[in-house]
């Protein structure tokens, strides 16, 4: 039996403008990314017919990656629309409903649980799986969005391969920022730690560690006033000490590791999260502290935020809930 049910909401007093549109589903995947189309790719094989919304950057955040070298499958490498490309077709053959639309609403009090698109179609889900991901927080820089993926990246584990015996640079003073400059000290020539202020925030292990190693420099109150190249990419970046004085660095990566945030703000305070923002679940599992609703990718993960992790929180979410409706059962 189809567990697509359409619908017109008749309630009194309600004119054209105020009717919703509501949709039941039995399984409803929000978010495209690696972690939301597996999800897809592994509910569809399992007959939950999914429906699935792309939210506001179709295919994720590797949309914006030029080339994927680390993902299993394609030896070669890969450009991440090309990756997601691919994806989506295998999510489609098996039958998922992908759909152009943003969440704008939720309410997980009780199943079904009701979740708003666009602020005007009301879609009622059996069981939901977020994937929504996390934004990377970046400076603002008109030109460090010019050079996004041509030397400027938000993920040295990413992209720092291509950069092999290169100088580079990363701003941020916080753990993330020293793990991002100790990964690349491994692989680049130099490595410039740009810090706004005078002293690192990362704990103090981290800042032992960059403290400590030789290739890593670090420029205390310096902040990035613009980003150079040329047509083939980055070139240096041009920093503004807190005194006044401009200084030119001859760099061809320059990595923000100011911090992410999850994409987390609408189900927020149903779900637990932590303090930044992402959603907490059961270790071992995609379930959250909601019965029926499921969390994967980096909406998520805190800590590896990569393309393959996602992937495969994406397939335990599917496999969770599967065994969720088994056990509960689903209206039809």
Do not use: W
């Given at each position: 039996?189809?567990?697509?049910?359409?619908?017109?909401?008749?309630?009194?007093?309600?004119?054209?403008?105020?009717?919703?549109?509501?949709?039941?589903?039995?399984?409803?995947?929000?978010?495209?990314?690696?972690?939301?189309?597996?999800?897809?790719?592994?509910?569809?094989?399992?007959?939950?017919?999914?429906?699935?919304?792309?939210?506001?950057?179709?295919?994720?955040?590797?949309?914006?990656?030029?080339?994927v070298e680390n993902f299993p499958g394609y030896?070669?490498?890969?450009?991440?629309?090309?990756?997601?490309?691919?994806?989506?077709?295998?999510?489609?053959?098996?039958?998922?409903?992908?759909?152009?639309?943003?969440?704008?609403?939720?309410?997980?009090?009780?199943?079904?649980?009701?979740?708003?698109?666009?602020?005007?179609?009301?879609?009622?889900?059996?069981?939901?799986?977020?994937?929504?991901?996390?934004?990377?927080?970046?400076?603002?820089?008109?030109?460090?969005?010019?050079?996004?993926?041509?030397?400027?990246?938000?993920?040295?584990?990413?992209?720092?391969?291509?950069?092999?015996?290169?100088?580079?640079?990363?701003?941020?003073?916080?753990?993330?920022?020293?793990?991002?400059?100790?990964?690349?000290?491994?692989?680049?020539?130099?490595?410039?730690?740009i810090v706004r202020k005078d002293y690192l925030?990362?704990?103090?292990?981290?800042?032992?560690?960059?403290?400590?190693?030789?290739?890593?420099?670090?420029?205390?109150?310096?902040?990035?006033?613009?980003?150079?190249?040329?047509?083939?990419?980055?070139?240096?970046?041009?920093?503004?000490?807190?005194?006044?004085?401009?200084?030119?660095?001859?760099?061809?990566?320059?990595?923000?590791?100011?911090?992410?945030?999850?994409?987390?703000?609408?189900?927020?305070?149903?779900?637990?999260?932590?303090?930044?923002?992402?959603?907490?679940?059961?270790?071992?599992?995609?379930?959250?502290?909601?019965?029926?609703?499921?969390?994967?990718?980096?909406?998520?993960?805190?800590?590896?935020?990569?393309?393959?992790?996602?992937?495969?929180?994406?397939?335990?979410?599917?496999?969770?809930?599967?065994?969720?409706?088994?056990?509960?059962?689903?209206?039809?």
């Amino acid at each position: 039996m189809s567990f697509f049910k359409k619908m017109e909401s008749n309630e009194k007093g309600s004119d054209n403008k105020s009717q919703e549109s509501v949709e039941r589903v039995r399984c409803l995947i929000l978010g495209s990314g690696p972690a939301g189309l597996t999800a897809a790719i592994y509910a569809a094989r399992a007959n939950l017919s999914p429906v699935l919304y792309e939210g506001l950057e179709p295919g994720g955040q590797l949309t914006t990656t030029t080339d994927v070298e680390n993902f299993p499958g394609y030896p070669e490498g890969i450009t991440g629309p090309e990756m997601m490309e691919d994806l989506k077709k295998q999510a489609l053959r098996f039958g998922t409903d992908i759909r152009f639309g943003l969440a704008t609403k939720t309410d997980l009090s009780v199943r079904p649980f009701k979740v708003t698109i666009d602020e005007k179609t009301v879609i009622e889900a059996e069981t939901l799986i977020i994937s929504t991901g996390a934004t990377a927080k970046y400076l603002g820089m008109p030109s460090e969005e010019k050079y996004k993926g041509q030397g400027v990246s938000a993920c040295a584990t990413c992209d720092g391969f291509f950069y092999r015996g290169q100088d580079v640079a990363v701003v941020g003073g916080g753990d993330t920022a020293a793990e991002e400059a100790l990964y690349l000290s491994g692989l680049c020539r130099k490595v410039y730690l740009i810090v706004r202020k005078d002293y690192l925030r990362a704990s103090k292990v981290m800042q032992d560690r960059v403290a400590g190693t030789a290739n890593i420099t670090l420029l205390f109150g310096h902040v990035t006033k613009e980003i150079v190249g040329d047509d083939k990419g980055v070139t240096g970046a041009l920093l503004t000490k807190l005194t006044g004085e401009d200084v030119k660095i001859d760099i061809t990566g320059f990595f923000v590791a100011i911090g992410h945030k999850p994409n987390s703000d609408i189900f927020q305070p149903a779900l637990h999260t932590d303090e930044v923002g992402y959603i907490k679940t059961i270790p071992g599992t995609s379930k959250t502290n909601i019965p029926g609703v499921f969390a994967c990718g980096d909406v998520q993960d805190p800590h590896y935020r990569q393309a393959i992790t996602a992937a495969g929180s994406g397939c335990m979410a599917a496999i969770d809930t599967e065994r969720f409706l088994g056990e509960v059962g689903a209206h039809s």
